[in-house]
């Protein structure tokens, strides 16, 4: 499968605290995309970071890429009890025009 | 707002009664795609049209088809829905041809087969 991997699974965390999710991944991409999906709901972009870049920033969001080790982080800062959602990687080889989502987090914000 | 617009939020359907799903966008976006989402899973693709061009996943059962009349609208149509074809289905779109850009999603519709 070209499949990316999450890890953790599931995440539950205080609302306050940081939260960091991880994506591995296992060709070459040209950039690699996160998207949150609230329940019963449609992907929400989040952020995009191309290849030949190592961390972006947008407001509590980082994310950093690593393509020697393929692989990605996504950080929330200062969690609220709203983030709590699934949030999913997805690689972008190019060309194609398609994504291959990773397993997904999913993320609970205890209040 | 440009979106992406999904129709129904919820269908029933009977095993083995035809339906349609439809999705239209204001974004004029080149590309769209159907996505199957089942409970705790990650969207599958199903298949994609780049402009009129179709594209089908080789994983994608012949039970699903789609139509694209125009830029605006796409349809998902399932000739013989079975027990196992109960999930989400997710629309999105991107400009095409441009690179590095994001997919925008539906709400999504979920099926449910009786």
Same mark, same amino acid.
């Given at each position: 499968s070209?499949?990316g991997?999450?890890d953790?699974?599931a995440?539950s $965390?205080?609302?306050?605290?940081?939260a960091?999710m991880?994506?591995?991944?296992?060709t070459s991409?040209n950039?690699?995309?996160?998207?949150?999906?609230n329940s019963?709901?449609?992907?929400v972009?989040? $952020?995009?970071?191309?290849s030949?870049?190592?961390?972006k920033?947008?407001? =509590?969001?980082?994310?950093?890429?690593?393509?020697?080790?393929?692989s990605?982080?996504?950080? $929330?800062?200062?969690s609220?009890?709203?983030?709590?959602a699934?949030?999913?990687?997805?690689?972008?080889?190019?060309?194609?025009?398609k994504?291959?989502?990773?397993q997904?987090? =999913?993320?609970? $914000?205890?209040? | 707002?440009a979106? /992406? *617009?999904q129709?129904?939020?919820?269908? /029933?359907?009977?095993?083995?009664?035809? /339906?349609?799903?439809?999705?239209?966008?204001?974004?004029?976006?080149? /590309?769209?795609?159907?996505?199957?989402?089942?409970?705790?899973? @990650?969207?599958k693709?199903?298949?994609?049209?780049?402009?009129?061009?179709?594209?089908n996943?080789?994983?994608?059962?012949?039970?699903?088809q789609?139509?694209?009349?125009?830029?605006?609208?796409?349809?998902?149509?399932i000739?013989?829905?079975?027990?196992?074809? @109960?999930?989400?289905?997710l629309?999105?779109?991107?400009?095409?041809?441009i690179?590095?850009?994001?997919?925008?999603?539906?709400?999504g519709?979920?099926l449910? *087969?009786?």
């Open positions: 070209q499949q991997e999450e953790p699974q995440l $965390i205080q609302e306050g605290e940081n960091t991880n994506c591995s991944y296992k991409i950039n690699l995309q996160w998207y949150r999906q019963g709901r449609g992907l972009h989040l $952020i995009l970071i191309r030949n870049e190592r961390e920033h947008s407001g =509590r969001l980082r994310v950093t890429l690593d393509t020697s080790k393929k990605s982080s996504l950080l $929330i800062t200062a609220r009890a709203a983030d709590t699934s949030y999913f990687c997805a690689t972008d080889a190019g060309g194609a025009q994504l291959v989502f990773g997904g987090t =999913r993320l609970t $914000i205890n209040p | 707002d979106m /992406v *617009i129709n129904p939020r919820y269908q /029933v359907t009977q095993f083995g009664k035809p /339906v349609t799903l439809s999705c239209s966008q204001t974004l004029n976006h080149n /590309v769209m795609y159907w996505y199957q989402q089942k409970s705790s899973q @990650a969207p693709l199903l298949f994609h049209y780049y402009d009129k061009d179709f594209n996943e080789a994983d994608t059962p012949d039970n699903f789609s139509r694209r009349p125009n830029t605006s609208f796409c349809f998902l149509d000739r013989s829905p079975g027990l196992g074809d @109960a999930a989400m289905y629309c999105a779109t991107r400009a095409g041809g690179g590095n850009q994001p997919q925008h999603f539906g709400d519709t979920r449910s *087969i009786l």
